[in-house]
């Protein structure tokens, strides 16, 4: 089965939705060789796909016994960049061990504010801060603010919003879900830490999480 996380799953069973929808994905004939050595997974409903998603090192293979048209073997093609497994460079590595550092420590929480840089014409663009509490660190790593306040920066827009971030502090893969008046988005990829702001103690980074044909989106963190 699958070691990965569930929202990285998710996200890739999304996105195999997607090449569903707008791509141009390849019909096989038969199940690929050695298809079951790969990480795979049965779909979350909620992503548009309810098949098996196998993950082989060069395509995303698809399948599902479902009524046509998306039944049977699909070679989705190759995963975009940011669903990909990143290398993480040295500056990444570091700025995420700073955060696991302090997080595990007697400290307040680690601030931040996550933007995101929207194609003014067709989207709202949207800030969420929030904070992630020190203190202890979960065995996996993996820290959370289910709390987020959002606020669209669109004047005709008013009011604060829900909305959540999830980054995992081994890997640097990290997802966000928001909410503006009645449209709910959803983004995931992994953080590149572009600029260490202040020294220890209390730094601040600030990191890209890029995203194909979509911008990119900025978290800034404050060690409080």
């Not at 569903?20 to 997974?41: A, I, N």
């Not at 260490?196 to 209390?202: R, V």
Request: overall charge negative; aromatic content about 10%; glycine content about 8%.
């Amino acid at each position: 089965m699958s070691s990965i996380p569930a929202s990285r799953e998710f996200a890739i069973s999304s996105w195999v939705n997607d090449q569903f929808e707008s791509g141009s994905p390849t019909e096989l004939r038969g199940r690929p060789d050695d298809v079951g050595d790969h990480p795979h997974w049965k779909s979350d409903p909620a992503s548009g796909v309810t098949g098996e998603v196998y993950l082989a090192k060069r395509v995303v293979y698809y399948y599902s016994p479902d009524t046509p048209p998306r039944s049977g073997w699909w070679d989705m093609g190759r995963l975009p960049a940011s669903l990909r497994d990143q290398e993480i460079s040295d500056e990444t590595r570091e700025a995420l061990g700073n955060l696991k550092t302090y997080l595990a420590g007697s400290n307040e929480a680690v601030q931040y504010a996550f933007s995101f840089l929207a194609n003014l014409v067709t989207e709202t663009p949207a800030v969420m801060i929030g904070g992630i509490p020190a203190g202890s660190l979960p065995p996996n790593e993996i820290v959370t603010d289910p709390n987020g306040s959002v606020f669209a920066v669109d004047s005709s827009v008013t009011g604060t919003f829900p909305g959540s971030i999830t980054l995992n502090l081994r890997d640097g893969e990290f997802s966000a879900t928001w909410t503006v008046q009645q449209t709910t988005s959803t983004i995931s990829g992994y953080v590149r830490c572009v600029a260490e702001i202040d020294p220890p103690p209390s730094d601040r980074f600030m990191f890209v999480i890029p995203q194909d044909h979509a911008g990119f989106y900025v978290l800034t963190t404050t060690n409080i």
